[in-house]
């Protein structure tokens, strides 16, 4: 009988991280250590947002390298972890009838694979993607998250990939930045508190939440993928932040543990 897994949600940051040892990659790999092991990992990327809802269906998914301007050894990098077209199918079913097209194009982008290069270092467990349907409002993803939720009593392990503030336009590019933005330290101290006492309304409908909210998600693809954990959550549940920090100035490196 596979154990309920926990669901998490990682900031991902810079892709460089895939090749790093730093506190943030540290704390990925310690992860894996005090989970039971998944029987498949369902990665909800930042990075896979466009328009519809798809499932990656692909036997062998390929390494996507989804960015550019970085060293040639990051491009050598490939997770060659085995898909999961059964469990694809277990969830077209699940969410049905939403139609949720089965998607042998796409692969693992680097929202899924730097971070999972460190917690599952072998690539030895099954992987797929959920694409992010980018026409949709965040009620829809929480929602989305809630249907997913009997996933982890299978043994699956849901992971959401991106970051809590992700501004780009003031974040110190090749600049040492010692201290984070004040707005970006005020709305995560808000988040963390919200999702520690099981206040998800609020970070639903997030547009709400003031100027700190609008600096820290000026758009929300790397925010979406957290509604779908906390949506996969059950009352009561324990919830921890194994890794923390602010990188350059405005992105959040904050990873929630639910379960």
């Known amino acids: 009988m596979p154990s309920r897994m926990p669901a ?35 990665c909800v990327s930042a990075h896979w947002y466009r328009p519809g809802t798809a499932v990656t269906v692909n036997e062998r998914p390929r390494t996507i390298h989804d960015f550019g301007g970085f060293p040639p050894e990051l491009y050598r990098m490939n997770y060659p972890a085995p898909g999961a077209p059964e469990l694809a199918r277990r969830m077209q079913r699940l969410l049905s009838p939403l139609a949720v097209q089965g998607d042998d194009s796409w692969g693992l982008d680097h929202g899924t694979w730097a971070v999972l290069c460190h917690l599952y270092p072998e690539a030895d467990v099954p992987v797929l993607q959920l694409k992010i349907d980018e026409t949709q409002p965040a009620q829809f993803h929480y929602d989305l998250g809630k ?23 003031t974040y110190a590019w090749g600049r040492h930045l010692p201290d984070p933005y004040d707005w970006a330290v005020r709305f995560e101290a808000k988040a963390r508190e919200l999702i520690l ?7 639903v409908a ?15 693809d790397h925010y979406l993928p957290l509604l779908y954990v906390l949506g996969s959550s059950q009352e009561g549940e324990r919830v921890a932040f194994p890794v923390q920090g602010v990188d350059g100035g405005s992105i959040s490196m904050l990873a929630v543990q639910v379960g």
């Open 206 to 220: 997030y547009e709400t939440l003031g100027e700190d909210a609008r600096l820290s998600i000026p758009t929300p």
């Open 197 to 203: 006492t099981g206040d998800h309304a609020p970070l």
């Open 8 to 42: 998490l949600f990682l900031g991902h940051g810079n892709p460089m991280n895939a090749l790093a040892d730093n506190d943030y990659t540290q704390g990925w790999r310690s992860l894996s250590r005090t989970m039971p092991r998944p029987e498949a990992i369902v």
């Open 147 to 169: 249907r997913l939720a009997p996933l982890r009593e299978e043994g699956i392990l849901i992971v959401g990939s991106g970051n809590l503030v992700h501004n780009l336009h």
